[in-house]
Structure formats: C-alpha cells, structure tokens
C-alpha cells in the first residue's frame, strides 16, 4: 500500500495545525460558526442534533493493521466503543467534541490517516474496488491511479468551493464493483494499443435525482487524464447551478445542458489548456507511486488445500461461510475474504472497538497487513492464504464477524434512519432487520443467491436505494412511516436507477412483500444459476408487482 | 476596508462605480464587465484609469483583448461559498497571462486567502483578516500537490529532482 514520503507527512501535518488553529478560534469566538462552517466540514467535522460527527477517509478503501488499530483506540476513546464504516469506504465516530478533534486527527496523522476532504463542497475521498489488486478479473490495479487521483485533489485552491459535493471512483475490472456510473466522475480504466487509459463517465448520482452518468469520453490516455480531469473540474465550477442545493451536483449541468454538449464544453476546455498549464506528471512519478502497489509477494501455493476442504467437512458452518464470503484470487492457492459487518438484526457497518482490533490482528498474522472496506459497507482481507482460512474463521466466528452472507440477501445496505438522522421520514434499521430475519436461515440465502436490497430512509438515498436490486424507501404519509418498493435498480457495469412496483406499503407489510417478490424469482428462475436480477431482466416486473400487491 | 497587497497594507486609490451610478470625476474607476465594454473606448479619452468588476457569472474571456490597458481587475465574491471566482483568477493569470493586479473583494474570508492567492490573486480586500492573519495564512502549507497561479512547484515534480 502507499506510505507518505516527507512531503505528504509534512501537508497532513500542516493540515492538522491549520485546523487546531481555526478551533481554537472558533471556540474563542474570532471565527463565527457561519465562517467555519465549510473548514469544519472539509475536515470531516459535521454537527449533529447533540454532538460532532467527524468522518475520518479511508483513500480507495484501503487499510493497514497499524491504521485500523489507530482507528480502534479512536473509538473507545472518544467515541462510544463504535466506528461506523461508510459506503464510500470511509469511516464515521460520533460523539466526538470539537476541542479534541485537532488531536484526533494528529493521531490519525502519526499513522499516515487524515480526515481531508471527506465532506464539504469539494472533491471528496476517491473510492475504489476493494478487491482491487487480488481480483482475478481486473485488468490492472486502479489504486495507483486513485493515489495520484487522491494527491492532486487535495487541497486544489480551485476546486474548494464547488457547487456541491464531488465524488470519483475508479475501477479496472470487468465486473463494476465501485458503482463509477453513480458517481459524479466514473473512471473505469482500460487499455488501447498498449497504452493505459480511461472511460470517463460523468454525472451520476443518486439522492432525489438519481441518474446514470453519462460516458463523455471513450478514452482518455492516462498521460493526458488529470488535465482532462482539471477541464470537467472547471466547467463544472463555472457552470454548475449554485441557485438551488438540490440542482447543484453536476448531474444536473450534464443533463440540463445535454451529454453532448457538456463534453463539447470540456473538449473545449481541455483544448484551450495551454502548455504551461498541464499538470505533467512525470512518468517516474506514475512509476513510483505504482510501485508501492505491488502487492504482497505470495509464496506458490497448491490450487487445493487438504487442510480446508477436511475442515469444511467437519465443521458444517465454516463450509457455509467459505462457499459465501470467499472471493477469487489472481494467486492459485489463495483467496479474498469478505469479513461482513451485516450480523443478523445488528447494525449495518458498525464494527466495535474489539472488533476492528481482531481483524487488525488477523491481517497482521495471515493477510499481509492489507484491509480493505468495500462499497457494502464490509471488511475484505485482500490476500488470504486458503490453508489459513479455518483459523481465521474460528477467531472471527468468537468476535462476531463470521456472518455467511457476502452479497446475499442480508447484506444490506441501510442507511440510518429515523432512528438517528433528522432528515429521515422513516425507519430504516428495524425494517432491514425484520426483513434479515425472514431469511437469516443460511441455506436459504444462499438458495436465493447474490441479492442486493438497499433500504433509504428518504429521499436523499443514503442506502442507495434507487440502485438496490430490490430498493425500499422511506415515505412519509400523512405523519406515517410507508414503504416504496422498487425493482431492477442496479449499481455495476450494467446501472440502471430501479422502477417503483406500486404503492407504498406500510413496515407491517414488507418482509411479507419481500418474501412474495423472492418467492417469485423462486419460481421462475431457469436454474440456481440464474440470478434475481437476471430472471427480473428476462421475465420483467410484471409477475412480483402481481405478488406483492396479490393480497389487496 | 483594510486592503493587503504583497503582504502589506495598501491605500485604495479605486471608486467602483454601479452599472446605474453616473461616474464622478474619481482619476481610478472601477467599472462593471459589460459597462466597461460599452464605454471604454470613451472613458480612456478622458484619461480615467480604469479597472473592473467581474461578478461570479461573468465569462474573462471578454476582457482577454485588453488586459494590456488595465490596471485592476476585481473579482467579487458575493457569498464565499461562491467558488467561480477562483476559476475566473486562474483563468486570467495563466491562460490569459494578466500580470495587473487581482483583487478579491466580497466575503473574503481569512481561510480562503491561501487558495486565493494560489488561483491568482494579489490583492485582499477584507475586513476579516488583518495583515499578520493574511500572512499567517499564506503561511500555513510548505508545499502544494498541484501547480497553480503562484510560483510553486507541484509535490510530484519536486519528487523527481531529489
Ligand atoms: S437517506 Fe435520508 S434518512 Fe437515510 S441517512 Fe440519508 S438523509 Fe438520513
């Protein structure tokens, strides 16, 4: 993974002194909370209804075991014994007081961590695959890029004050797991002629607006891609509504002016950059930052392991958890595990103070020092030997962490809610958990297969429901919490926003709802291998909506 | 309203005039974008020096053929969460290589002076930072990841010459 040189030690640093600076002004009164609103914000600092909410940035989802420790002692010691991973790879502590945040993130900088950006009107932590140089079906690994991507973002003097916020994703492997198409710069890497690129797509999003970006450009030579970047960055600044907070992202420029236009306008931009104005990055420099990618060198191991396939017989729960959470390797012999954070009726993404310090431990001993957090809110250890796999399952299965449903049905993503955000319509939680409860039996999940449900509590989208398979919003009628299902939404390389199914229907009603749309796929599906989204795609929405709303 | 120039206070010998204000016999007027291109031609006759006013909305490429006459370009930022006038700064300073001076007026917040002075400006006038609170601010980072308007070599080249 990367490590700071003395000149990114030497800006975190700067960073933290800066920020003490404007607390303490804050706090002595020179500095009105109007003013320091957008620097609290672009330190991750939120007020919430009682306390501060500081969202400390995970770049590209990666993690070493001494960082995640870091962010362990955090928790226990100035939040509540919690950290709360986020879905853009992030994590979140609560209860923070703002006197001790300029300590907090000078601990976060003594472990080469920061808090830059993860909020405010400006371009925010850029996201990634989290099986990002494991992967057997990436091209290349993308986190060179996202490093570069995080480096040349930070602290732009240009780019502070956007119409809104900015989020960039990058991937390079065939099966989209970063969802660029939701984000309001997708970068999905490729290569033409022996030269590394990038299919630029721009404007998506999600919230009350929710569209697929559209792909400006086919490709975009990795030599030329941060200026390309700079010209959509500038048009967007120049031209983005600043009338209306919830016009502002750049989705609506590009839908508003048109796809074609807008990259005729960064075309423009772009062609008009004269020579000195390019940001030339020096091929030593891509080279250098690649090389601390590399990855782990992993001793040649056999295809098969004796050792695990005679613990998967013996112990019947572990052969559930390995035929789930398990994720293929580039490597013979060895394999990605995804530590879910999805238990039964708990918390999705929370992770406790021991928690975070068992998977730190275990990355230490068997996976190569490298974390990841994914997207769905779970933990991913990268690079995992197969013959160790029972060991670490039996230290997960005593901390909590052994939950078998990887992109099942009950992993899900669900946003807080009523139960803890002022915005929300509707409970969130008590609905994803009632609904886990219907198919928490393991066989049955995995029955069903690769299933994404994503519950909102309003309209802003936090759980991103308009791109879950299986969506359900939050609504509020007549001061009562009611239910929008929607079907077909999806976020990978095939996005689409997901299609209302009927009336709204009350948290009574859903898991039955559920079950009826599930039991649908059941009995249509050509085969196990078929999956929901699949027979929905070849069957269409008509036969669940006449499920679930069969009862009326 | 204190105005800082090169880390010094400066007297201001500028009057902005309204779009609907008459001009008033002041030697250094400052002149909204399009009033100043309907009357130039006629004001310099009258051996005003003038400078101008660009709002947020207003597009510099306008003034790209006469940078050379001008002595003063404001950029107003009327809210500070407004960020296009860090792109218009950039714009005239390295696209269109206006050496005048660049001034930024409006919310101009102490913590917003280092990114200013990066985009391009030289000129602060703000009644919320003294002289010792601008220099302490352009003072706060020692390096920039991105080359900008100011002299400052970006992180990644500097990397290479070690
Ligand atoms: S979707 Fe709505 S309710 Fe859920 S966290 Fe976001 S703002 Fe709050």
């Not at chain 1, 914000?41 to 995640?68: D, E, F, K, T």
């Not at chain 1, 979140?92 to 945040?101: A, G, P, S, T």
């Not at chain 1, 690649?290 to 990855?295: D, E, L, M, Q």
């Not at chain 2, 002041?26 to 909204?32: D, F, Y």
Request: glycine residues 6%.
């Amino acid at each position: 993974m990367y490590r700071y040189d003395e000149f990114d030690a030497a800006l975190v640093n700067e960073r933290v002194s800066q920020f003490r600076g404007q607390v303490a002004r804050r706090i002595e009164g020179s500095l009105p909370e109007d003013e320091f609103k957008p620097l609290r914000l672009q330190n991750g600092v939120y007020l919430q209804m009682h306390a501060y909410m500081l969202r400390v940035a995970i770049p590209y989802g990666q993690l070493g075991s001494a960082q995640l420790r870091r962010l362990a002692e955090i928790s226990e010691k100035y939040d509540r014994g919690y950290g709360h991973f986020t879905t853009r790879q992030n994590i979140q502590f609560n209860w923070v007081e703002l006197k001790d945040i300029p300590d907090v993130l000078q601990d976060l900088a003594d472990v080469e961590m920061h808090a830059i950006q993860t909020s405010g009107n400006c371009i925010r932590n850029v996201t990634s695959d989290h099986f990002a140089g494991a992967t057997a079906d990436e091209l290349m690994d993308p986190r060179p890029w996202c490093e570069i991507i995080r480096q040349w973002s930070t602290f732009h003097p240009e780019f502070a004050f956007l119409p809104r916020k900015f989020k960039i994703a990058v991937t390079a492997a065939a099966h989209d797991r970063a969802a660029i198409r939701v984000h309001d710069i997708g970068l999905h890497m490729k290569q033409q002629d022996g030269t590394t690129g990038f299919e630029v797509h721009v404007g998506g999003g999600q919230g009350r607006t929710p569209v697929i970006a559209a792909k400006v450009n086919d490709f975009v030579p990795e030599s030329e891609i941060l200026d390309y970047l700079e010209a959509v960055m500038r048009v967007y600044n120049r031209f983005g509504r600043r009338d209306n907070k919830y016009k502002a992202r750049i989705k609506i420029l590009v839908s508003e002016t048109g796809a074609e236009e807008f990259s005729r306008l960064v075309d423009a931009e772009y062609a008009a950059q004269s020579a000195h104005e390019k940001i030339d990055l020096p091929g030593d420099e891509i080279e250098r930052i690649t090389a601390y990618f590399k990855g782990p060198k992993l001793p040649t191991r056999p295809l098969e392991s004796t050792a695990f396939n005679d613990a998967r017989v013996a112990d019947p729960d572990f052969d559930e958890w390995a035929a789930v959470n398990l994720h293929p390797h580039k490597q013979a012999g060895y394999t990605s595990v995804t530590v879910s954070l999805k238990p039964i009726g708990g918390l999705a993404g929370d992770a406790t103070t021991d928690q975070m310090m068992v998977i730190a431990d275990l990355a230490e001993a068997f996976g190569h020092d490298d974390i990841r957090v994914s997207h769905a809110q779970n933990i991913v250890l990268p690079h995992i030997a197969i013959d160790d796999l029972h060991a670490i399952y039996q230290q997960l299965q005593r901390a909590g962490l052994a939950t078998a449903n990887e992109s099942l049905i009950t992993d899900m993503i669900v946003c807080p809610g009523l139960d803890y955000c002022n915005l929300a319509n509707a409970r969130s939680i008590p609905v994803g958990q009632d609904i886990q409860k219907v198919f928490a039996d393991p066989a049955y999940q995995r029955d069903i297969g690769k299933l994404h449900i994503n519950i909102s509590g309003c309209i802003n989208a936090c759980g991103h429901h308009h791109v879950g398979h299986i969506g359900i919003l939050g609504v509020d009628r007549k001061g009562q919490e009611f239910y929008q299902i929607s079907l077909g939404g999806r976020a990978d390389e095939k996005a689409a926003i997901g299609e209302i199914a009927g009336k709204a229907l009350s948290q009574e009603e859903i898991p039955a709802a559920i079950k009826q749309i599930i039991e649908t796929y059941r009995s249509h599906r050509t085969s196990k291998d078929e999956r929901f989204i699949d027979t929905l795609e070849r069957i269409g929405h008509a036969p669940f909506k006449e499920a679930i709303y069969a009862a009326d | 309203m204190p105005l800082i120039k090169n880390n010094q206070i400066i007297d201001n010998i500028w009057t902005y005039v309204p779009d609907d204000a008459p001009l008033g016999d002041e030697s250094h007027i400052i002149l909204g974008l399009e009033r100043f291109l309907a009357e130039r031609l006629q004001q310099r006759s009258s051996n005003k020096a003038l400078g101008v006013r660009l709002a947020p909305a207003d597009d510099p490429e306008k003034l790209r053929p006469y940078l050379d006459e001008l002595d003063l370009i404001e950029v107003d930022f009327p809210k500070y969460a407004d960020g296009r006038g860090f792109s218009q700064a950039q714009l005239l300073r390295r696209r269109y290589a206006y050496t005048g001076e660049l001034r930024a007026v409006g919310e101009v917040l102490r913590d917003q002076i280092l990114y200013m002075h990066r985009s391009g400006f030289d000129t602060f006038s703000t009644t919320r930072a003294d002289l010792s609170d601008v220099m302490a601010a352009l003072d706060e980072f020692s390096l920039s990841y991105q080359k900008a308007a100011d002299i400052r070599e970006a992180v990644f080249g500097i990397r290479q010459k070690r």
